[in-house]
Structures are given as structure tokens and as C-alpha cells.
């Protein structure tokens, strides 16, 4: 066997344990995970089926809005952690017959075979996709904030201006609705954990890769995954992450409706 040959050996190899993790990978997400996504899918449905007149036209607008918009990410989440995998090796698989073909090949098309096939692993599945989803699901909520702190300026005035105090984006319009226009929301200590991990992760994926975690987040994570490792809790973070979104969006909704029932009579 010439050293090409055995080079090619080798990768057939590494394609076919990529293949076994993946199979592997599909299963556990088949009975670990796939029910919860269908389950969250069935909740952010919910916040569809009401009448406008139960919380007014402009905020059940703003729920149907994020409502399909985490709709859209529980559906790509299935699609990237089903078929994406797969996908990935049939596309390194086929570089590899390129280069068995009866003409040969050049090399080209598995130069650089193993250290993508050890990047997706890595990098994509580990880290990629579980933060698009946050990324994203933290956007959500945002904008969702954002445009319910509209809806209450529609309907009331404002008792006073915020203070000089720092919030980031997501604290900074609970305690709008909070403190100028007395909308009692408090959230749960949980939903508070896995709001400050996806705050948290957001920021180091999108600003410093490089950073480690700090101390506070790093003995949350352990506490919640038994691992500070994304890697090692990926599909549980982000199913909290989906969770901790639905509840926000639900206690927003329990605490806006008798406040608008109450401004109406006023």
C-alpha cells in the first residue's frame, strides 16, 4: 500500500468514527431532546390563541411576532442537530471518492479533510449552533421588551425617568415597566440564572472568544450541567435558554393584562 493510499485509509477512518459520533449524536437527540422542541413548540403556539381584546391589538401583536420568530428557531435547531451532521460527512465522504476515482486526484480535496472534520466538531457543533440559537433568542427578547414598553407608553404616562444606573438592554426595560410604569414584574430565580448564562455566552461569542467566563457564571453552569464546558451541556443550555425565553414572554403577559384592565378604568 503506497503512503497515498494509507493516507486515504486513514481518512476513511476518521469519516467512518464521524459517522458512528453522528449516529450517536442523532440518538441521544432523538430521546433527549427532540420531545422537549416539539413540547416548547406547542407553548409558543399558545401565545397565538388569544383574542386581541384580552391584551389589546398592539401587545398581541408583540407576542405573535416573538412567538413566530422562536417558532422558526426551535425548527432550525431540529434541522441543524438531525441533518446537518450527516450532511457534513457526506460532503467529506465525497472528497474522499473524488480522489479514488479512476483518474485520481490531486489532493486537493483532502488536504485539509482531517482538521475540518476535527473543526466541526469542535467549533460548529460545540459552539456555532447552540449560540446562534441563543444569540438570536436573546434578540428576541429584546425586541420583545422593546416593543411591549411601546404598548405601555401608548397606554400610560410615564412616572418619571429612569436613574443614572447601568442596565444592559434586557434589565434596562423590566425596570422601565417596573419603575415608570408600575408593572410589578420580578423574575423567578431560575429564569434569572439561565437569562444571566445566555446574556453571558452571548457576549463572549459575539465580543471576546478569548475570555473566560466569569467566576459567578462558571459555578452556575457547574451547578446546573455539572460542566463550565458549552460543549459538555450544549443541548441543555439551550432548551433552558428556549424555556427561560417562553417564561419571560408569559410573566410579561400575566402581569400586563390586569395593569391595562386597571389604566382602562382610570
Known amino acids: 500500500m503506497t503512503d497515498w493510499e494509507q493516507h486515504l485509509e486513514k481518512l476513511r477512518k476518521i469519516i467512518s468514527d464521524s459517522k458512528k459520533l453522528a449516529n450517536k449524536k442523532f440518538d441521544q437527540f432523538l430521546s433527549e431532546v427532540l420531545q422537549s422542541l416539539y413540547d416548547l413548540q406547542f407553548c409558543f403556539r399558545e401565545l397565538e390563541w388569544v383574542h386581541e381584546d384580552e391584551f389589546g391589538e ?12 422562536v417558532l422558526s428557531l426551535l425548527r432550525l435547531y431540529e434541522v441543524l442537530n438531525s441533518q446537518v451532521p450527516h450532511a457534513l460527512i457526506n460532503i467529506q465522504e465525497a472528497a474522499i471518492w473524488a480522489e479514488e476515482g ?5 489532493g486537493e480535496m483532502v ?20 449560540m446562534t440559537i441563543v444569540v438570536n433568542l436573546v434578540s428576541a427578547i429584546e425586541t420583545f421588551l422593546d416593543a411591549t414598553v411601546k404598548c405601555v407608553s401608548d397606554i400610560a404616562e410615564p412616572n418619571g425617568t429612569m436613574d443614572g444606573r447601568k442596565y444592559d438592554n434586557i434589565n434596562f426595560h423590566i425596570q422601565t415597566l417596573k419603575k415608570l410604569y408600575g408593572i410589578p414584574i420580578k423574575l423567578d430565580k431560575s429564569t434569572n440564572k ?35 464546558e458549552l460543549k459538555d451541556c450544549n443541548s441543555m443550555f439551550v432548551l433552558h435558554a428556549f424555556e427561560a425565553t ?18 382602562l378604568t382610570i
Open 58 to 69: 398592539e401587545f398581541t401583536e408583540c407576542r405573535i411576532i416573538l412567538s413566530r420568530r
Open 111 to 130: 488536504d485539509y479533510l482531517e482538521e475540518d472534520i476535527n473543526d466541526d466538531q469542535t467549533f460548529l457543533f460545540n459552539n456555532v449552533i447552540p
Open 194 to 228: 439561565h437569562l444571566d448564562n445566555m446574556r453571558e455566552f452571548r457576549n463572549q461569542f459575539l465580543h471576546e472568544l478569548g475570555r473566560d467566563l466569569p467566576d459567578q457564571v462558571q459555578k452556575v453552569l457547574k451547578d446546573l450541567y455539572g460542566s463550565t
Open 102 to 106: 479512476e483518474e485520481g486526484g490531486t
Open 246 to 263: 417562553l417564561e419571560i414572554v408569559k410573566m410579561i403577559s400575566d402581569h400586563f393584562k390586569p395593569w391595562r384592565e386597571k389604566q
